[in-house]
């Protein structure tokens, strides 16, 4: 119930496409969704993060849909740019085992120009 | 400073050797967390601390792990009698108390020979 998975493995997408990434989980308890975005040889980087009261949530060019329901989330990245390319992973935190985070394995996005 | 510093960047060490790995968190941060990459892989939770409690050990692969956090300020991450299974990125990652976004370090890159 703790899993988090996510797909696709990877994707490659023209210059000015759209990215979409989805994760999907067990456990509803869960109750913080964050993306994070990872170049090569650096730490992820907090992305854009949503919780399961909102249904989406836009920053810039990167939105999050959230479908409580479903149990299903998912990363559109708008107008991808050859400088979005990199690894992407979903998370998900249940508040009761403190703040830490499960991840999905990752998508690895490749934007040509 | 003004980001989670780890070190060694990489260290390269022969199988049954003992390694130390240092995460330096950012200053006020009271949560700190250690996770593990391997090639191509997801994040996998390994030890949380937070504030004097005692630590979340349940990521732990095994009793060859363990990881202390000194003046609940820098953390070591000690890896007795290593196996090439061992061999993944080792990032550290901090967060103030009640936010939960993380910073990650830049990660260790650990490699068993």
């Known amino acids: 119930q703790q899993q988090v998975k996510q797909s696709p493995q990877s994707l490659i997408v023209q210059k000015g496409g759209i990215s979409i990434i989805n994760c999907a989980y067990e456990n509803t308890a869960f109750d913080y969704f964050p993306w994070y975005q990872q170049f090569p040889g650096k730490g992820p980087a907090l992305l854009i993060a949503?919780?399961?009261?909102?249904s989406e949530k836009k920053e810039g060019r990167f939105t999050i849909s959230f479908n409580k329901s479903a149990k299903q989330f998912s990363l559109h990245i708008m107008d991808s740019q050859p400088g979005d390319s990199a690894t992407y992973f979903c998370a998900a935190r249940l508040m009761a085992a403190g703040n830490k985070l499960t991840f999905g394995g990752g998508t690895r996005v490749l934007v040509k120009p | 400073g003004a980001g989670v510093s780890q070190s060694p960047s990489n260290k390269v060490t022969e199988k049954g050797k003992d390694v130390e790995l240092r995460c330096d968190p950012i200053?006020?941060?009271?949560?700190l967390y250690w996770y593990r990459q391997s090639l191509g892989q997801g994040l996998e939770f390994l030890i949380y601390f937070q504030g004097n409690s005692a630590p979340d050990k349940s990521g732990l692969p095994s009793d060859r792990f363990s990881a202390e956090r000194t003046g609940g300020s820098v953390s070591t991450l000690t890896i007795q009698r290593t196996q090439q299974e061992d061999s993944a990125v080792y990032l550290c990652a901090s967060s103030p108390r009640l936010s939960y976004g993380y910073t990650f370090g830049s990660g260790t890159r650990l490699t068993v020979v």
């Open positions: 200053s006020g941060h009271t949560a």
């Open positions: 949503i919780r399961p009261d909102v």
